[in-house]
């Protein structure tokens, strides 16, 4: 257990904290488990109480918030407004704090069409390593001053420092979906597919991939009007010339990218890791993951594998070294977090040496 | 240092044709499109091999000389301005597609590729890359990575930043690093999210990963003639209210207007305050759909004239105007200042008064054209150069607008970066901690400051 837990709510007493600690690491609501320390030598800077919208101008398309704001309260709100975030924000049913997830660096299904939470973040406000609080990027869509250390931020667990305000980009809600499901006899076959479709000039919000014991499941989904939605779906039909798929629509529909973005898919006991790929190392990919009895589902358009991983994670590290692949453990037992190759690794250490010097913030 | 050492160290990595020291060779390196500054290099070396710049960086590196990475020099705020002790790397000749791969929709380019090479490699697989600033028949993928550029289109496609996948990049110090992966995804920091945008100052890029999308199936794109430069601005709020999400929303003023109009004879309508560009994009069905809402907010919005582009033809005849407005001022007045600034889109019209006021005080003609969609103000400022003090006083009025933009809680570049004109300005809009963490940041990677040395943080 850590030997001091610390809820703070105002920035300088999250100083105050910084100052007096060694080694620290901030958390939000836990929802991501795996990145949860259980060093009783570090301080958790618990700043689930930083909470609440800032500022929003749904005209803007524009808003900050604290970072501890929940998402599904942000999601909340932009709703009501007939905005969203497109990249799909995951975990938000088990409680993910904006700042959780810009720090885990993680998107759902919808990057696929806008982009993922990189593209998104505009600006924000953390405290370093020195314990000064610091401002970087804006809070308008288009701003090029400076270094873009609200990009850097994503992905950076933590280890940069401490987000207290965060600023994102938002877009309109599409005012309905539906999605059509087609059954390919082999992962390769439904893989083939998919990128037929991502070189047409099609309007796609999120293109999927579910393997199995007898081939694979691609789900593609639209979004927009409702009323062109049947004629879109028609046609995607006839491009892939499909005989034997299956419309979702409706509730059904919302369940299945429900259960896409929450991962009710995976066993409990397992650890979902997220491991970038691109389509063409996809087939190799799976036959191992497939050989360990993991398993998995690819999103973004085959861009990115989640997979539950049932074993010791040193395994999937070699495997994922040998394959030149990265990847994210999420969700799970606290073990290795960061496994496979890391690219640019002298490069973070040049960045890391930059932020925090005294190297206070846990390096997961 | 001195001259001849370094010049013998040159001769060593390049033949005699590619590594320019006399003044008449240097004079075209001497600025960017940014002409009030200027300073002369030691040496221009036009590297042909990724091997020659890393060699050259190495040397720099020992030797302690600043150097300049310089694409096609088209910068708007003396980005690519030479050292004067220092030297510049040309890399418009590093310009090979290495690779495009239309499966993963990607293309591999060197730095000193074309901006609109890439799409025309692209198109044949019915692909392009969509950052599309008006330089892009110019400007090269190396400019528009350490810009962090736009264009018309970034509402929708966001900027340069959000199509770069990965980088091969030469650190200030000679070491070659790779960041970033094929993927759209990535796990731990952002690197080549912190690269993209760093203006030449962490070193640079030598091979860049970049993303391809599906050409939009279908445009619309619809020109609104306005008698006052707000109501062009009220429409856009209204645009965006209805839940529209278009691929460009741009606004001209009527000097603007009769510019290009001069220059490229695109058919814009003389006597209009206010002439508003809204260009959908996507699927045929889509756009046909959006096309009806977007009409009945324009058809209300009071414009009194409504062009709605015929063809593809005519519809690059309406870019072809807005995207040459910069260069056709030039018709209207001996010198003018480009500026680039960024305001909450819902305080357009507040500020767009302001800059008319402060163009009156200041007596200097101001011609208005903008990115609306994104807020990103461009005020041509004229002024004649030969008048003693007139560049002074247009520089004035300039960072006038730069402070407007900042009270009114939006940037002081949008897309043209920093560079040697704002570097004054940065304070402007970020605290002492926050520039600190900045300068950290670049010491970490350049502690000699060897890349473009004095850009972007204040003298
Ligand atoms: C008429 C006109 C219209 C314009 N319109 C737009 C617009 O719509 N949107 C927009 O954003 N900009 C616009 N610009 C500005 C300019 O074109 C962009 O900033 C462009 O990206 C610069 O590209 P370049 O090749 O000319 O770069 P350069 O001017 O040569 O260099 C720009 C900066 O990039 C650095 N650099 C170059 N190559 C590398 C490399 N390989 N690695 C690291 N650093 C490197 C240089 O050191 C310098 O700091 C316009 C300019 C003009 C003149």
Known sequence: MPLENVTVTRYNEIQEVIRSSSRLAPRGAGSKTALQTTLSSVTTLNVSDLRGVLAYQPQEFTFTALAGTPLAEIERLLAENGQYLPFDPPLVGRGATLGGTVAAGLSGPGRYRYGGIRDFILGLRFIDGHGKVVRAGGKVVKNAAGFDLPKLMVGSLGRLGVMLELTFKVFPLPPSYGTLRSEFQALSAALDAMLHLGRLPLDIAALELIPHANGAALYIRLAGDQQILPSRLNRLRAILGLKDDEILAGQTEHDFWQEQKEFTWIEAAHTLVKVPVTPRRVVALDKQLAAHGAARRYSAGANLAWVAWPGDSSTLDHMLEEQGLSALAVLGANGQVRLGRQVGAAFEARVKQALDPAGKWLAL | ?459
Request: with cysteine.
């Open chain 2, 1 to 459: 240092m001195d001259n001849s050492s370094l010049h013998t160290a040159l001769s060593r990595i390049y033949p005699p044709d590619r590594l320019l020291t006399n003044p008449a060779q240097l004079t075209p390196y001497e600025s960017d499109a940014l002409t009030s500054f200027r300073a002369r290099p030691k040496a221009v070396v036009i590297a042909t091999s990724q091997s020659e710049v890393i060699q050259t960086v190495r040397l720099c590196h020992q030797l302690g000389v600043p150097f300049v990475a310089r694409g096609s020099g088209t910068s708007l705020s003396g980005g690519s301005l030479p050292c004067a002790d220092g030297l510049v790397i040309a890399l418009n000749r590093l310009n090979r597609i290495i690779r495009l791969d239309p499966h993963e929709r990607l293309a591999v380019v060197e730095p000193g590729v074309v901006n609109l090479e890439v799409s025309r490699a692209a198109a044949p697989f019915g692909l392009y890359f969509a950052p599309d600033p008006s330089s892009q028949p110019v400007c090269t993928i190396g400019g528009n990575l350490a810009f962090n550029s736009g264009g018309a289109h970034c509402l929708k496609y966001g900027m340069t930043s959000n199509h770069v996948l990965a980088l091969k990049v030469v650190l200030p110090d000679g070491e070659v690093i790779e960041l970033g992966s094929e993927s759209l995804e990535s796990t731990g920091p952002d690197l080549v999210g912190l690269f993209v945008g760093s203006e030449g100052l962490f070193g640079i890029a030598l091979e860049v990963t970049l993303r391809l999308i599906p050409k939009p199936e279908a445009y619309k794109t619809v020109l609104a003639a306005y008698r006052s430069l707000g109501k062009a601005g009220d429409t856009v709020a209204q645009i965006v209210a209805c839940g529209l999400l278009p691929g460009a929303i741009e606004i001209m003023d009527n000097l603007a207007i009769q510019a290009a109009e001069a220059a490229v004879q695109a058919g814009y309508p003389l006597d209009a305050q206010g002439l508003l560009v809204v260009e959908l994009d996507g699927e045929t069905r889509i756009v046909e759909a959006e096309f009806e809402q977007l009409m009945e907010v324009i058809h209300a919005s009071g414009a009194y004239a409504v062009h709605v582009a015929r063809d593809e033809a005519d519809r690059q005849r309406i870019w072809k105007g807005r995207k040459s407005a910069f260069s056709a001022v030039g018709r209207l007045s001996p010198d003018y200042i480009v500026q680039d600034g960024v305001v909450p889109r819902s305080r357009l019209g507040e500020a767009l008064v302001e800059i008319q006021r402060l163009s009156a005080a200041y007596d200097l003609r101001v011609a208005n054209v903008f990115h609306a969609g994104d807020g990103n103000l461009h005020p041509l400022i004229l002024f004649d150069g030969r008048q003693s003090g007139a560049l002074e006083r247009a520089e004035q009025l300039a960072g006038e607008i730069l402070h407007l933009c900042v009270r009114f809680g939006g940037s002081i570049t949008g897309e043209h970066g920093i560079g040697m004109e704002k570097r004054n300005f940065l304070p402007v809009m970020f605290s002492e901690a926050d520039l600190q963490v900045m300068q950290a940041l670049h010491r970490a990677i350049d502690p000699d400051q060897i890349a473009n040395r004095g850009k972007m943080f204040p003298a």
